[in-house]
T-cell receptor, first 110, second 114 residues
């Protein structure tokens, strides 16, 4: 079983719509959680950290469910520029040892 | 954005060559990382340096040799690579704040081994 699992997509989303997707992780000792976005042939960029109480940053909302071991990302009012691959990232050890998911591709269409 | 820079951006090398990748972070962070990203695969952590000391070596073959002379610079020395080592090599840095490890990535070096 993969340590961090994501639906690869693609999620095809009309501009202005809402899209949400999850990520599951296998290690219950995981401590920190993040969403990164990666554009084609570019480096991953930190989108947001995910806190236990859930958090929101503009049109983006992240939730953490420790009992079921998943995190989610919701994007409201999707923009064309939101088209990217969204990487779920989990830290379950010391020294910043991050485990990356393979990513969920989102394609926002006009 | 120039928080983390990497050179070269592209590299083509033969299997008998020796080359080095360079990473520099301008964020005042105390930890640096090397990752490998192959096509259609998740990022794989290769090495972690915290306060210039290697604290993680993720079963990486010895043909990859990291060096961290100070907290701002990180190198990856390459020798006798194999074609399957062709990938995007990403450097990242973070500031260890008691367990939160938000990492910031450089643009990567796209390596092709012929």
């Amino acid at each position: 079983r993969k340590e961090v699992e994501q639906d690869p997509g693609p999620f095809n989303v009309p501009e202005g719509a809402t899209v949400a997707f999850n990520c599951t992780y296998s290690n219950s000792a995981s401590q920190s959680f993040f969403w990164y976005r990666q554009d084609c042939r570019k480096e991953p960029k930190l989108l947001m950290s995910v806190y236990s109480s859930g958090n929101e940053d503009g049109r983006f909302t992240a939730q953490l469910n420790r009992a079921s071991q998943y995190i989610s990302l919701l994007i409201r009012d999707s923009k064309l520029s939101d088209s990217a691959t969204y990487l779920c990232v989990v830290n379950f050890g010391s020294w910043g040892k991050l485990q990356f998911g393979a990513g969920t591709q989102v394609v926002v269409t006009p | 954005e120039t928080g983390v820079t990497q050179t070269p951006r592209h590299l083509v090398m033969g299997m008998t060559n020796k080359k080095s990748l360079k990473c520099e972070q301008h964020l005042g962070h105390n930890a640096m990382y090397w990752y490998k990203q192959s096509a259609k695969k998740p990022l794989e952590l290769m090495f972690v340096y915290s306060l210039e000391e290697r604290v993680e070596n993720n079963s990486v073959p010895s043909r990859f040799s990291p060096e961290c002379p100070n907290s701002s610079h990180l190198f990856l020395h390459l020798h006798t690579l194999q074609p399957e080592d062709s990938a995007l090599y990403l450097c990242a840095s973070s500031q260890d704040r008691g367990g939160t490890y938000e990492q910031y990535f450089g643009p990567g070096t796209r390596l092709t081994v012929t």
